[in-house]
């Protein structure tokens, strides 16, 4: 079984696209999901992380066929392993995608899809899986147009994953696209990405109040790093430190 990705370095040092195949076998395809985060994690440097997905084969299986209970709870492990990294994510989605292409495209910060681009839903036995695809569908489309999705579509033509949100950009130059994508949104880093998400996702169902303290939190540490940042900070710093000190 093979659980290595195919991974390649984007140019200019902006961060890692790994190629993993959208139709393998439900443990092969979650262990190397865990080995890219895995080598994200134990990265200095927080560059882009990239996913790119190749189209699916000609009468590719259901999602996610026979599998245990086991296996569906480590894949899904896997995806929010992936949600939480403190890099900034990239999905590429290109032809005719099925299985868990969609859980990770709404896993990712950033999505791109090529002009031929048709997501199948996951289904297993013509019925909508009913994993965490569900769950961040509904987070991202609202439940009126995801129950419409699950209970009577079979795919996401590109105009609508486009008008819902689930893709970003489309482009036929792919490698380009993920280049301009982590050079405009792969600056967040030292965890920076992941609490912007957080925040995000607290928005939807946390009171004014009890969100204005991560709010100022996430603020204060921003106007920080700025400052840190700006030419002859350091300099200035090392003065006044002086000048107390005198």
Known sequence: MRTEPDRTPLPDGLGTLARLDGGGPLPELTA??????EEAEDQRQRTAVALRFAPSPPGAGEWPGDVSI???????????????????T?????GTCGGPVL?????ADFRIGTPDLKLVLPVNHGQFWPGMTLYRLVRHV?????RR????ATDIALPDAIELGVIDEVGNDVTEA?????????????????????LLEEAAS???QDALGAHLAACDRELRRLRSSAPGASAGTAAGRAGAAG
């Open 32 to 37: 190397a999901l865990n080995a890219v985060c």
């Open 206 to 208: 946390a009171e004014y």
């Open 142 to 146: 609202g439940p009126a147009r995801a």
């Open 103 to 107: 859980d990770l495209l709404l896993a």
């Open 90 to 94: 990239i999905a590429v989605a290109q």
């Open 178 to 198: 993920v280049r301009k994508a982590a050079l405009a949104r792969g600056g967040l880093s030292d965890g920076e990405a992941a609490i912007r998400r957080r």
């Open 70 to 88: 086991h296996e569906v709870n480590r894949w899904e492990r896997a995806v929010r392993r992936l949600e939480r990294l403190d890099n900034v």
């Open 149 to 152: 999705l699950v209970l009577w």
